[in-house]
């Protein structure tokens, strides 16, 4: 299992980076791509959540009170993390509230937004391993846009491409280290995976609703705004399909 969940992080965040690099070659064209991307993994997360990993935790549970109130817990953990540790998911350059010596910073935040991706994946794996499948995907369609913006800001700081590729490939090795912790967590501490599981839900919900669906909310010319609402049920949907068709096996 664990060489499984390794396995699977490991590619997740090297896809990840894809976005990224391909900004600093064709920046323009992968910015306007970019904008329906974040709509795009709105409807992912809200869809991993609620339609797979929660009805898995509330099947799971012996205690259904209890348990959303550690999804509750997740929400407000990961609110206070970004506020506190300035974990900012710079989705887009234009929007960026950090700027000049912010290089660092991104990169520390980035890492540390990585180990808890790994976490989480590695806690959906420990439960099913097609909830790690699905939240592995739901995770990569939210990295795309958060990368793009992240080598955008380093860029712009004046980092050479080959510093901006290699300080984010170890950026997303945190991500293993993740894994590799909270699956040693699931082996030692009984119904760990249980609240790793309510944690990945209040951590998709977070992200989808007050991270990501703010950014699609500037949006205003009416054209744009329904692209964005469709591209976010074409990732509810794909999101829906794909745990339909893992559960048949």
């Known amino acids: 299992m664990l060489i499984w969940i390794i396995a699977v992080i490991a590619i997740t965040s090297l896809l990840g980076l894809t976005g990224g690099v391909m900004l600093l070659w064709f920046e323009q064209r992968v910015k306007q791509s970019s904008r329906y991307l974040i709509s795009f ?7 991993a959540a609620f339609a797979d990993l929660l009805p ?3 099947e799971s549970s012996s205690n259904i009170h209890q348990s959303f109130l550690v999804v509750l817990v997740g929400i407000l953990t990961f ?5 506190l540790l300035i974990v900012y998911h710079c989705h887009n350059d234009e929007h960026c509230e950090i700027h000049g010596s912010s290089s660092p910073l991104i990169i520390i935040s980035d ?10 994946v590695a806690g959906a794996f420990v439960a099913d391993w097609r909830l790690g499948i699905l939240t592995s995907l739901a995770i990569l369609l ?32 945190a991500s293993v280290v993740g894994g590799v912790a909270a699956w040693l967590l ?6 760990s995976a249980h609240w790793l599981l309510a944690f990945a839900i209040g951590n998709f919900i977070y992200i989808g609703c007050a991270d990501l ?5 500037r949006e205003r010319r009416p054209r744009s705004v329904i692209i964005h609402f469709i591209t976010v049920l074409f990732g509810i949907g794909l999101i829906i399909t794909l745990g339909n068709l893992v559960a048949e096996h």
């Open 41 to 47: 993994a709105v409807g992912a997360l809200l869809a």
């Open 56 to 58: 898995e935790l509330m």
């Open 79 to 83: 609110y206070l993390l970004e506020k």
């Open 111 to 120: 890492s540390f937004h990585n180990f808890l991706d790994g976490a989480v």
């Open 142 to 173: 939210h990295e795309l846009p958060q990368e793009i913006g992240d080598f955008a800001v380093l860029w712009h700081n004046g980092m050479a491409k080959g510093k901006i590729i290699l300080w984010n490939i170890i950026s997303a090795a």
């Open 186 to 191: 699931t082996e030692r501490i009984n119904n």
């Open 213 to 217: 669906i703010p950014i699609t909310n």
